[in-house]
């Protein structure tokens, strides 16, 4: 799987999904989002494959990266000042460039850090039966990439502050581009949940704000055994996943008892939760559901 087959899956980091309105600042028209110019397109490309170098390939520091984020602002400011369409020491305009470029790194870390998550999570479907190149049928998640995500979000934010006081633009606020409703795909688990509920359609996270124990692991594939869909889980904390399950889908033809064709994660693991003294985890179990493709598919059309 390579970054635009994982794009496609989760029909994440869509560009231009602002409505492209202009307005009047100074002398010069600014765009609402400055990266929907044609160097901003490029200059996003840049961003996704940095974003990639650090979280896939590890060839990326976050000092690195936080020069990156500098750099990208000035560029953006020499060019947009370039087409004459701004100044380049409007307050209001500097400030726009700079939480644009906040959006656009803070996107390609939720969808990179998701990345590199499953890249990790192929190891695991290996030893579990899957052949690189055939359908993804499993979904994996790994807490340590969700705190890493967010320590870069923090990392980006003191970026955005830095550059704000060099160009003298006071307080620069991000906390309005952390919520936008916009602003789609904005954190690891909107876009870890979108990918396994629309894209593999087998698991759904239902609390997407719940905070995981750190180190963290689940890992969940369907496959076909002696006529039935059998779904394999595995879940457990730093490196152990001694909570290990099969579980038998049915679909129903009216003839024979149904089995369930979705399961909550804590019921599934109900026996090892009572003796499982890590409660902690336990609880966090209730954050998932998983299910079969086609429970899946009948439910997105409903």
Not at 36 to 41: H, K, L, M, P, V
Not at 169 to 184: G, L
Not at 235 to 253: L, V, W
């Amino acid at each position: 799987m390579d970054i635009n087959d994982f794009n496609n899956m989760i029909g994440a980091y869509r560009l231009g999904f602002r409505m492209g309105q202009w307005s009047i600042v100074g002398t010069a028209p600014m765009p609402k989002h400055c990266y929907r110019t044609a160097f901003g397109y490029r200059q996003d490309e840049k961003i996704q494959k940095k974003l990639k170098d650090y979280y896939v390939d590890r060839t990326v520091t976050k000092e690195e990266l936080k020069a990156f984020f500098k750099a990208s602002c000035r560029d953006m400011r020499v060019i947009l000042a370039h087409e004459r369409k701004t100044t380049g020491t409007d307050r209001d305009d500097n400030r726009q460039i700079i939480l644009d470029t906040y959006e656009r790194f803070r996107m390609a870390d939720s969808v990179m850090a998701n990345l590199g998550c499953d890249k990790e999570g192929e190891k695991t479907a290996v030893k579990n039966g899957w052949h690189q190149g055939e359908d993804k049928d499993w979904v994996y998640y790994h807490a340590d990439f969700y705190y890493e995500s967010e320590a870069l979000k923090i990392l980006l934010k003191e970026a955005a502050g830095e550059v704000s006081d060099e160009w003298d633009c006071k307080e620069t606020d991000t906390s309005r581009r952390d919520t936008d409703q916009y602003a789609c795909y904005s954190s690891f688990h909107e876009v870890w949940n979108h990918g396994s509920r629309h894209g593999t359609r087998i698991s759904e996270m239902l609390n997407l704000s719940e905070k995981p124990p750190e180190h963290f692991t689940f890992f969940f594939r369907v496959y076909h055994k002696e006529n039935k869909k059998v779904g394999s889980l595995q879940a457990g904390k730093d490196g152990n996943t001694d909570m290990q399950r099969e579980i038998i889908f049915h679909i129903y033809d009216g003839k024979q008892r149904p089995f369930p064709q979705l399961y909550h994660l804590y019921e599934v693991f109900e026996h090892e939760i009572k003796e499982q003294p890590d409660r902690e985890l336990a609880e966090y179990l209730k954050n998932f559901l998983v299910f079969t493709r086609y429970y899946g598919t009948v439910q997105m059309r409903k």
